[in-house]
Structure formats: C-alpha cells, structure tokens
T-cell receptor, first 110, second 114 residues
Framework: AQRVTQPEKLLSVFKGAPVELKCNYS??????LFWYVQYSRQRLQLLLR??SRESIKGFTADLNKGETSFHLKKPFAQEEDSAMYYC????????????FGTGTLLAVQP | ETGVTQTPRHLVMGMTNKKSLKCEQH?????MYWYKQSAKKPLELMFV???????ENNSVPSRFSPECPNSSHLFLHLHTLQPEDSALYLC?????????????FGPGTRLTVT
C-alpha cells in the first residue's frame, strides 16, 4: 500500500541554520510527490512538487527513488519559515488522490 | 470572498443530530474534495467529485453523505455521528481531477461530536 512517512513531529532550528525535513514513501511505480505547508492561522497550501524541479522560498526537494525519499531542504532557515509541513504522494490512477504524511512542525528560533 | 470557503468554521453536535458542512469554491475549478484530519493522524481523503460526479469514495461510513449540486458547491451531510468523528474537515478544489493539478484548501470546519 502507498504510504508517506515523516519521522519527525517537530524540528527546531536557529535562524540561519540549514533545514532538512524528512519524507519517505512506499510506492510501486513512478510517484508524484508534493510538499504542502500550513503557516499559523493560514490554510494548507502547495509549496512545491517534484515534477516542477523548482525552488520556492529557498526550499528544494529532490526525489531519490533508490532511497524512496523526498526530503525538503533549505540552506538558511528564516523565522517566517516556521510552519507545519506535509509531504504528500499522488496515488496512482486517474483521480487526484493525495496521500499525506503526518506532518512536521518546523520551528525557527531567532 | 475568493478561494475556497467553508461554513461553519466550528460545529458542536450531539450523536443524534443532523447537520451539514458547506464548501464553496470561487476558482472555477471542476474537482472538489473532502478530507478528514484527526489528531495525530494524517489527512485522509474521504470523497472526490469531478464535474459534480463522485469519482472516489474512500471507504467512508454511510453516516457521512456528500452532495455536489454543482461544480462550485460541495456539502457533507452528517447524521448519527460518533465521538471519534470529531476532527477537522477540510474541503479542497482543483482545476481538474487529474493527478497533476494543485489542490486548493479551505480553512476547515472543526467538528466536535458530544
């Protein structure tokens, strides 16, 4: 069965430090992976998707099929990056069925 | 209001009550979704509608009954719920139901079943 694992519930770093939010998945086939973010008092929104291969707000994520990982990285964390981050996998098939991880709360300390 | 709106934002209901959650999207999208977010569990997809037709029903108990009268509105009718149904219910929409499309989420309805 398809599954997304985010092993860390909370990640606390200091401003300017590098950040890596871990995401592992189980999937047979070619997955489509996403990172969604929820800032305080805001709604859940897409941060980036692996097919775009783009950097959003300084964040990047590389799909590693060998390790079945899609870790989210940023070289220098900012206080405004503090939020809940969810990794998600698009289920196979025709419909846009997202399977989410449990999320990681990133807290960037001043 | 723009984007995806949900009403009510908070709802407390008894196990014998009947209530409905409403979602409206102002984005011109063709697909709409209901998700459930329970404490300490990942978001779980409940239903997917594409052009008002249900295309996904994720083994949800029949006490949850969705309705999509048009592509802009989605309802979740609730009856004889259980305390374990207490959760945040999120609505989302996307341009189409294909798997490449970004999903836009509403703010959610916090449901408490007493």
């Amino acid at each position: 069965a398809q599954r997304v694992t985010q092993p860390e519930k909370l990640l606390s770093v200091f401003k300017g430090a590098p950040v890596e939010l871990k995401c592992n998945y189980s999937y047979s086939g070619s997955p489509e992976l996403f990172w969604y973010v929820q800032y305080s008092r805001q709604r859940l929104q897409l941060l980036l998707r692996h097919i775009s291969r783009e950097s959003i707000k300084g964040f990047t994520a590389d799909l590693n099929k060998g390790e079945t990982s899609f870790h989210l990285k940023k070289p220098f964390a900012q206080e405004e990056d503090s939020a809940m981050y969810y990794c998600a996998l698009s289920d196979p098939g025709a419909t846009n069925k997202l399977i989410f991880g449990t999320g990681t709360l990133l807290a960037v300390q001043p | 209001e723009t984007g995806v709106t949900q009403t009510p934002r908070h709802l407390v209901m008894g196990m014998t009550n009947k209530k409905s959650l409403k979602c409206e999207q102002h984005l011109g999208h063709n697909a709409m979704y209901w998700y459930k977010q329970s404490a300490k569990k990942p978001l779980e997809l409940m239903f997917v509608y594409s052009l008002e037709e249900r295309v996904e029903n994720n083994s949800v108990p029949s006490r949850f009954s969705p309705e999509c009268p048009n592509s802009s509105h989605l309802f979740l009718h609730l009856h004889t719920l259980q305390p374990e149904d207490s959760a945040l219910y999120l609505c989302a929409s996307s341009q189409d139901s294909g798997k490449h499309y970004e999903q836009y989420f509403g703010p959610g309805t916090r449901l408490t079943v007493t």
